[in-house]
């Protein structure tokens, strides 16, 4: 079975300034160390015991004082407890940092404890023979960020942590450019706008994301392509990255994405694969030359099939 490549710890020292006191220890981390996830930050406080503060193990909720001393150790990778599987992967772009894939939809992005085959990142242990980031833990290497299961389309694969480190500091600094293609139910009163509403867990069903006061800040712009009698065609550009957040945000204006029963659009006429949305568009800065990079898909088949149902 392929293995991450061996990596020595990574230790980093900081020191709490005064305009830093009173933040939470966990989101002191992830401001300060951005190739880290606030789930792998998290990780390495609880369960690892990998962030120490003045010498001892804290919480996550920990607020810091100034001049705290702030230890973090990142661990070397650990063997991936995961099968490498030979499955067929349609890579639009590689080179010895990187690799985007064209993830088809009813695909899991990675591993959970229920499900731990025939994920895109079983496929990617094979194809790169375990030479992954591992920067977001044993379950994710290598993923930058993620694709629900029934969405289709491009997503960036980091095959080491100064690409990790790299490609995600432009998620955040959102040079890295998103773009989606969504049909959803009825027409919009304008042919451009944006969506700002915090996503968190859905209160009572925690299978789904909800618009809750207090959650994570999240901003998704749209303009119209093309409109139709029920429907309308749609580009998306992500300004933010939370989970589910197209399906919520649109959902939560009473314009949810066809074919997607979790958030009221799966009342349709014709049969798809998955919810009518594609990542379609990756724009970015390549680690091997700082280049931007534009990559574009056309429709994946579900939308094409939609609209060419839509058009007749």
Aim: proline letters at 4%; aromatic letters at 6%.
């Amino acid at each position: 079975m392929p293995e991450n490549s061996p990596k020595t710890p990574k230790l980093i020292n900081l020191e709490v300034d005064i305009d830093e006191a009173g933040s939470r220890l966990d989101v002191f981390v992830v401001n300060l160390v951005p190739e880290l996830t606030r789930t792998r930050v998290q990780q390495l406080i609880k369960s690892e015991n990998a962030v120490n503060v003045n010498g001892k193990t804290s919480k996550n909720s920990y607020k810091l004082k100034y001049g705290d001393e702030v230890c973090i150790i990142i661990p070397e990778a650990r063997p991936l407890e995961m099968e490498a599987e030979n499955i067929p992967l349609d890579i639009r772009y590689e080179d010895e940092d990187m690799l985007v894939v064209n993830k088809s939809a009813g695909m899991l992005t990675h591993p959970t404890s229920i499900e731990r085959v025939h994920t895109l990142v079983n496929a990617l242990l094979f194809h790169c023979r375990g030479n992954l980031s591992g920067i977001n833990g044993i379950m994710r290497p290598g993923i930058l960020h993620r694709l629900d299961r029934d969405t289709s389309g491009l997503l960036m694969i980091a095959k080491n942590d100064f690409a990790h480190q790299f490609l995600s500091e432009q998620i955040k600094s959102k040079t890295a450019i998103r773009q989606y293609l969504a049909i959803i139910h009825g027409n919009l009163s304008e042919n451009q706008g944006t969506i700002s509403a915090p996503i968190d867990r859905h209160l009572t069903q925690k299978h789904k994301m909800d618009i809750v006061e207090g959650g994570k800040t999240a901003v998704t712009h749209w303009k119209v392509l093309e409109s139709f009698k029920k429907y309308t065609f749609i580009e998306a550009t992500l300004e933010t990255g939370r989970t589910h957040q197209i399906r919520v945000h649109f959902s939560s204006i009473n314009h949810p994405v066809a074919g997607d029963p979790l958030y009221g659009g799966g009342n349709i006429n014709i049969n798809l694969n998955g919810q009518a949305l594609q990542a379609y568009k990756l724009s970015f800065f390549r680690p091997s030359d700082k280049k931007r990079m534009t990559i574009e898909l056309e429709p994946d088949e579900d939308i094409k099939k939609l609209l060419k149902f839509l058009r007749n």
